[in-house]
């Protein structure tokens, strides 16, 4: 009978250290699949900041396009479907009118291969009078 004890006490001690060493392998996936998303979510957030933004801004009644380094403008498609090739170099800011012309908006393209809708803001201030 001691014998028979024993023996499943080994064999319970081993169950028992399976299900631990189960348990930490599946603890360790869980976290390294975890860091291989962030580290993936990294990259692709590192790959689009290396190129320039463009931004829009609005001041002293007019449109301008404003960079964070230095770019080159392309191409810029209208909205009527006429594409240009143009080589307009931006280094901070430039009004959206020297891009656009007379149109409202169009889709330009920079050196970088990255492409931005661009518009004219038009933008009425009303004045409220007291009563």
């Known amino acids: 009978m001691k014998k028979k004890k024993g023996i499943s006490t080994i064999i319970g001690t081993l169950i028992f250290l399976q299900i631990i060493a189960v348990s930490v392998l599946l603890f360790l996936y869980v976290i390294n699949m975890e860091t291989l998303k962030t580290t993936s979510t990294m990259e692709a957030f590192d790959n689009e900041t290396q190129h320039a933004l463009l931004l ?35 280094k901070y800011s430039i009004p959206a009118t020297k891009i656009l012309g007379k149109e409202k908006w169009a889709v330009i393209v920079t050196n970088e291969g990255t492409w931005y809708n661009i518009s004219v803001l038009n933008i009425t201030t009303i004045t409220l009078k007291p009563p």
């Open 56 to 90: 829009e801004s609005y001041s002293n009644n007019q449109t301008y396009l404003v960079v964070t380094s230095p770019v080159v403008i392309t191409h810029v498609i209208y909205p009527n479907g006429t594409a240009t090739n143009t080589s307009i170099v931006v």
